[in-house]
């Protein structure tokens, strides 16, 4: 299943909103990345949320808040970054969106350093004891 904010037109090569129709036998985790000025906008959250609660096998969101790390691969290629100047999101940002989807009722997968959150070994997102 993938969405997309139809902001992300100068980032990729299709734009608009995707979504497959609702799964009813099949478990899934929707993948969403955070990217900051594209799709971190509280509408944004919102309508992921909507969408996610109206799916019955859906699992839970894996919140991909953006980083920087593969800008390398891009320079090597020699092709230009598209995301040149945006900077990833804050921990307190992603924290925010992490709490807005649990409030939501939805289980929320995230690695984001010094909070205050761990995964168990099945990957599900348990508060610190």
């Known amino acids: ?3 997309a904010a139809c902001m992300l037109r100068g980032c990729c090569s299709w734009y608009g909103y995707m ?8 478990c899934c ?6 990217l900051r000025g594209y799709t971190d906008a509280p509408e944004d959250i919102d309508k ?5 609660k109206q799916q019955p096998s859906m699992l839970g969101i894996e919140l991909l808040p953006y980083h920087t790390m593969g800008k390398h691969k891009w320079e090597a290629l ?7 100047g945006v900077k990833p999101p804050s921990d307190k940002e992603v924290r925010k969106v992490i ?7 939805l289980t929320v997968r995230c690695d984001v350093k010094n909070t205050t959150r761990m995964e168990d070994s099945h990957g599900l997102v348990l508060p610190h004891s």
């Open 1 to 3: 299943m993938y969405m």
């Open 19 to 26: 979504a497959t129709p609702q799964l009813t036998r099949i």
């Open 29 to 34: 985790c929707c993948r969403y990345v955070l």
């Open 48 to 52: 992921l949320i909507e969408f996610s």
């Open 78 to 84: 020699g092709m230009k970054y598209v995301l040149e």
């Open 99 to 105: 709490q807005k989807m649990e409030d939501a009722g």
